[in-house]
């Protein structure tokens, strides 16, 4: 029982040890754009060597409903944005609470409704079009759009991967294993470059060859299943094939991964200071990972459209923060 016990304790300090690489690589150095947020509410990049927290120096809208929880928490929050030709495919906020041990990952459906000031046009009121968008985009222009929509929720860095980035990552791991629950059937000829997703029901390898097929679909052609939620049954997708990658990595040479990444992207954090967050880390556990949707309603207004509930959302964000919980044995 002895040895059993140690083994298992050494399974939990890896599984801590990888997931905050995964975290902090796949959510922060994967950047080609690599850049921190100092335009968004003089929010800084660390710059410390001991507590983290007390060198980021976030500034939070005092406007915000939860601008106590927000000031006060112990948490750093990476927007990750997958690119397809301008447009953001995927959009997800990854909150990692270093008091409490614990990481939230919010997915921000690609069809979101955010209405701009001076931009016209029913597709530039999805907060998917903003990243391309000469008035006001980009990568900072997304983070702005996504901190509104989550309260005021103050983002720190942001992460812009785009699929061949994706592609590379995914063969460098071996594949993603995951379960098609239907023959995933759909052709655009029209899209640029032509569209083509055909991935039969079943047990499925994700590889280079598949994983933007897989990741990019929503609906089949006449006569086949789409997802029965539309795009949020694909941002559930999208994190489970997450998961998966993680689950498939534990088992890997990490250093491969790392040195694909590292090959891949550019960056401005340097790794000396993500190995500082990823000690912080290290007895996390896959029970301490817990995965959201922002809540809101879809529906078609011209186009179709998905709308935020801002009551749904506030409570969301006081479960996520923990608010009125009592820390005082912390």
């Known amino acids: ?88 495919d995927t959009i997800m906020l990854g909150s990692y609470d270093m008091k409490h041990q614990h990481v939230d990952v919010i997915s921000v459906p690609r069809d979101t409704y955010y209405e701009r000031p001076g931009v016209s046009g029913l597709g530039a009121k999805k907060i998917n079009s903003i990243y391309h968008s000469s008035k006001g985009g980009g990568a900072v222009g997304t983070a702005e759009a996504v901190s509104t929509v989550l309260q005021g929720m103050p983002i720190h860095y942001y992460v812009v991967v785009d699929y061949d980035g994706v592609k590379n ?3 460098t791991i071996g594949g993603v294993p995951v379960t098609i629950p239907f023959h995933m059937y759909y052709h655009d000829p029209t899209d640029k470059p032509p569209l083509s997703i055909d991935i039969p029901e079943g047990d499925t390898l ?5 994983v933007v097929q897989f990741l990019r679909f929503r609906k089949g052609d006449p006569g086949h299943p789409g997802y029965p939620e539309g795009d949020i049954g694909r941002v559930k997708a999208q994190q489970e094939f997450m998961k998966s990658a993680f689950r498939e990595s534990l088992g890997l040479g990490f250093p491969k991964v790392v ?18 967050i990823a000690a912080k880390a290290a007895g996390l556990e896959q029970a301490d990972i817990e ?4 809540p809101g309603e879809a529906r078609t207004e011209g186009l179709s459209f998905y709308f935020p509930d801002e009551e749904k959302i506030k409570d969301m964000l006081t479960e996520i923060y923990m608010i009125g919980a009592d820390d005082e044995t912390e």
């Not at 994700?206 to 598949?210: A, C, G």
């Not at 995965?291 to 922002?294: G, K, L, N, S």
């Open 259 to 276: 040195k694909t990444v590292l090959k891949e992207v550019d960056s401005d954090l340097n790794l000396s200071m993500a190995l500082k």
């Open 169 to 171: 990552i995914v063969d």
């Open 1 to 88: 029982m002895g040895r059993e016990k140690r083994n298992e304790a050494k399974k939990k300090k890896l599984f801590g040890k990888m997931f905050v690489f995964w975290f902090v690589l796949f959510l922060i150095i994967m950047v080609p754009a690599g850049y921190a947020l100092d335009k968004i509410g003089n929010m800084r990049l660390f710059s410390g060597e001991e507590d983290l927290m007390e060198q980021m120096d976030t500034l939070v809208d005092p406007n915000s409903p939860f601008f106590e929880a927000f000031q006060d928490s112990q948490r750093v929050n990476v927007l990750l944005l997958g690119v397809n030709t301008g447009m953001t």
């Open 291 to 294: 995965t959201y949707i922002i």
């Open 206 to 210: 994700i590889t280079s060859e598949n």
